[in-house]
């Protein structure tokens, strides 16, 4: 079940080369302590990982 994917940054669909059918986009997603989404970062790109930079600003983003 895919739901939390779908929900927050979506879905490759295959049939992808590592042969899987769905695969989640890469995604950083900081969800404050009061169930808000605070900050979101994906890429359409799925080799590229977010970097130290944009986690480090998630993880601000969720403390504000």
Do not use: M
């Amino acid at each position: 079940d895919h739901e939390v994917s779908l929900a927050y940054v979506g879905l490759y669909e295959g049939p992808l080369p590592s042969g899987l059918r769905y695969c989640s986009k890469r995604a950083v997603v900081a969800i404050g302590a009061d169930g808000v989404v605070k900050y979101v970062w994906i890429t359409e790109v799925p080799g590229v990982g977010p970097g130290e930079e944009a986690i480090k600003e998630a993880i601000e983003a969720a403390r504000s």
